[in-house]
């Protein structure tokens, strides 16, 4: 009997999709073919891979009513805010835009007596390890600069939108890309583990939980492998005394609760100065009771259901044992809260870091809200977590901002927004939100090695 991954669907927990797992010796054919194709790959010129790249972001242009659809039946994202297209286009372009500038030689000295230079080289095969919270995005991230600098790439979606990579690979193939050079696969944990282990690719990129990142780590031990982390956080909003309230409200409780919160950068916890903190509280209160619970298919929800019955326990659990350990919860149970997948938003007040709910990833649509007395007390909480992603900074001061950003434990420091991930800069990480560089330049560098040439001329 083979074995199968299965989305289950979270509208109603039917299958949704179901596709047969590939076993070890399958899976190593394909990571071979990746290699055998790679020089060939990388070996065309720079603007025909670029096109190549482009066009298959079009095809999938072609089809973002479908993708909306899919987004909802496998993770529950209402299909009122269209899939992911706008932000996966965006992200290829830009990439596509730098690529000949960020993968241009440095050259040092070209002289009658000598060249010296350093020229980027693809790793060769990339194996992209992707969530489903954001699927075309966080994937397009790694693909696409993948593609583009000369590697080939097998990639892994996540069970819970397992049509994504199918839909990526169909379009890159109708677009040109050979089908050796992006593969999309099936596969267990297990059988994931062993070809990192039997240096199947030259670079992991992951994305995911801690737990899952340690497993990448654990796996490519001892082979010299690249692995390339992005594992989440626990990401802190900090209001301050010259803040605009209302923009702040808007703005952290949308960060906070958009997609369900699972966001690996959401919102999940706000510390407010002691002045402006009631007045915020009132308007955040004001904006969650206006949501609508519900069907993910239906134009008029505006919050779905988690993607998992398991993530939603974890978030049951985590309000449960902080109301009962004395925080306040300031949103009544929403009538289409069945106490299972589909959960009321909730905000909390009288939190303390003693709660998971202010320490542990969340990953869904809660949020502690902290009252502060300065900008020490603040920068001390925002420190406060294993996580280190992203941070939101909201103030008129600009100068003060940087000055706390530069105090923040973080990735990205944000000031008077928390909702977009900008191409041109890095996406990155510290502490147990792991370490790589996503996008920018940078992510260019990250998907390439430096190869340094000394010649002296004759």
């Known amino acids: 009997m083979t074995d199968t991954v299965k989305c289950i669907s979270p509208i109603d ?13 399958e899976a190593f054919e394909v990571a071979a073919q990746a290699r055998r194709a790679q020089r060939d790959w990388a070996a065309r010129p720079l603007q025909e891979r670029i096109a190549l790249v482009r066009a298959g972001v079009a095809e999938i242009g072609k089809t973002t009513d479908r993708m909306a659809v899919e987004l909802a039946h496998q993770m529950g994202r209402p299909v009122r805010y269209g899939g992911e297209f706008g932000g996966f286009n965006e992200r290829a372009s830009y990439m596509a835009d730098i690529a000949e500038e960020a993968l241009a030689p440095i050259v040092i000295e070209d002289s009658d007596a000598f060249l010296r230079k350093i020229e980027r080289e693809p790793h060769g095969v990339v194996f992209v390890v992707a969530p489903w919270n954001y699927p075309y995005m966080t994937a397009i991230n790694t693909v696409a600069p993948a593609l583009i600098a000369g590697n080939t ?17 169909e379009a890159f193939h109708a677009a040109g890309v050979p089908k050796d050079v992006f593969q999309n696969v099936f596969l267990s944990h297990d059988t994931a583990s062993t070809l990192i282990a039997g240096r199947a690719f030259d670079l992991v990129n992951f994305t995911g939980s801690v737990g899952g990142g340690q497993a990448m780590e654990r796996a490519a031990a001892g082979t010299f492998t690249a692995v390339s982390t992005e594992l989440g956080g626990k990401d802190p909003g900090y209001v301050r005394a010259d803040a605009d309230i209302q ?10 609760m958009f997609n369900s919160g699972q966001c690996c950068c959401g919102i999940e916890r706000i510390y407010v100065h002691e002045s402006v903190y009631d007045d915020f509280l009132a308007r955040c209160v004001e904006i969650v009771k206006g949501y609508k ?7 008029a929800t505006t919050i779905g259901p988690m993607a998992n019955i398991r993530f939603a326990k974890e978030v049951r659990a985590q309000i449960a044992e902080a109301l009962e350990d004395g925080a306040v919860a300031h949103i009544e149970t929403f009538a ?24 542990d990833e969340s990953f869904g649509p809660v949020v502690g809200i902290m009252k502060v007395q300065d900008d020490e007390e603040a920068i001390a909480l925002m420190n406060d977590s294993d996580f280190g992603l992203t ?8 100068d003060t901002a940087d000055a706390i950003g530069k105090r923040l434990q973080t990735g990205t420091v944000f000031m008077n927004r928390c909702d977009y991930l900008d191409p041109a800069l890095c996406w990155t990480g510290c ?19 430096p190869k340094s040439y000394h010649l002296k001329k004759a």
């Not at 039917?14 to 010796?25: D, F, I, M, N, W």
């Not at 502490?431 to 090695?449: E, I, M, N, P, Y």
Request: glycine share 12%; aromatic share 4%.
């Open 391 to 398: 941070c939101s900074i909201w103030t008129q001061d600009s």
């Open 431 to 449: 502490k147990d939100t792991g370490r790589g560089a996503g996008l920018s330049v940078l992510g260019f560098h990250a998907l390439t090695r």
């Open 153 to 169: 790439v097998v990639l892994k979606h996540a069970a819970q939108t397992i049509l994504v990579g199918e839909r990526m690979a």
């Open 293 to 299: 619970l519900g069907n993910p298919l239906d134009a």
């Open 336 to 359: 289409e809260d069945d106490g299972g997948i589909y959960l009321t938003p909730q905000i909390l007040t009288n939190v303390s870091h003693d709660m998971r709910v202010m320490r």
């Open 247 to 256: 923009a702040a409200a808007d703005t952290l409780i949308d960060g906070a």
């Open 13 to 25: 927990g039917s299958v949704y999709a179901e596709r047969p797992l590939l076993g070890t010796k």
